[in-house]
């Protein structure tokens, strides 16, 4: 069975730079990977994805390693407002044409002032 | 738009009541799908559907139900509650099936079965 595995918690300081892990190395050559965060009692929400290459938007940076079997979210100045649970996660071919989405369980991001 | 709108937002049930969370997107989204989420096992995938009429199950789906009679709507029900099903149930949609496209995730229903 596919895992996706990331760290329970991590630490920033405010206005530095953030590396957030997650390693899925059971991932097929398909795979989608995509990230979320959470506030609390919020609904996730989509952060960043891609499939091979590094993407970058608006929010953060996504890096693939080559292999592919890890991946790393980059904040690259983080504020206050990004204190919240980041999810790894892996969409993956499920047959009969559709996908699923396989959730790690979460990296807990502290912004410190 | 109002993007994936979940009711109610919280609701108690004795065990073996059985109950409809309702879940529409006003995207004109394909793909929907219904995830509960319980302390330290982030969110799991109950069912989902990749379009009206075509539905199939996740990795937890036991004790639920659904349906899709349009692109709008993917109602869940829960045919007898019990309290494993205690949890935060998110409806979540997106514009294709495959893993090209993000994830538009509702507000979420607080679920306590007693």
């Known amino acids: 069975d596919a895992k996706t595995t990331q760290p329970n918690s991590m630490e920033s300081n405010e206005e530095e730079p953030v590396h957030l892990p997650c390693n899925h190395s059971?991932?097929?050559?398909?795979?989608?990977i995509h990230w979320y965060r959470q506030l609390p009692s919020q609904g996730p929400e989509y952060v960043i994805h891609?499939?091979?290459s590094n993407v970058n938007n608006r929010m953060a940076s996504l890096a693939i390693a080559e292999d592919r079997k890890s991946s790393t979210l980059i904040l690259h100045r983080a504020t206050l407002r990004d204190a919240a649970v980041y999810y790894c996660?892996?969409?993956?071919?499920?047959?009969?044409?559709?996908?699923?989405?396989?959730f790690g369980k979460g990296t807990k991001l502290s912004v410190i002032p | 738009n109002a993007g994936v709108t979940q009711t109610p937002k919280f609701q108690v049930l004795k065990t073996g009541q059985s109950m409809t969370l309702q879940c529409a997107q006003d995207?004109?989204?394909?793909?929907m799908s219904w995830y509960r989420q319980d302390p330290g096992m982030g969110l799991r995938l109950i069912h989902y559907?990749?379009?009206?009429?075509?539905?199939d199950q996740g990795e937890v789906p036991n004790g639920y139900n659904v349906s899709r009679s349009t692109t709008e709507d993917f109602p869940l029900r829960l045919l007898s509650a019990a309290p494993s099903q205690t949890s935060v149930y998110f409806c979540?949609?997106?514009?294709?099936?495959?893993?090209?496209?993000?994830?538009?995730f509702g507000p979420g229903t607080r679920l306590t079965v007693t």
């Open positions: 995207m004109n989204h394909e793909y």
């Open positions: 559907s990749v379009g009206a009429g075509i539905t």
């Open positions: 996660s892996r969409m993956g071919y499920s047959g009969a044409g559709s996908y699923q989405l396989t």
């Open positions: 059971t991932i097929s050559g398909t795979d989608y």
């Open positions: 979540a949609s997106s514009y294709g099936t495959r893993g090209a496209y993000e994830q538009y």
């Open positions: 891609g499939l091979t």
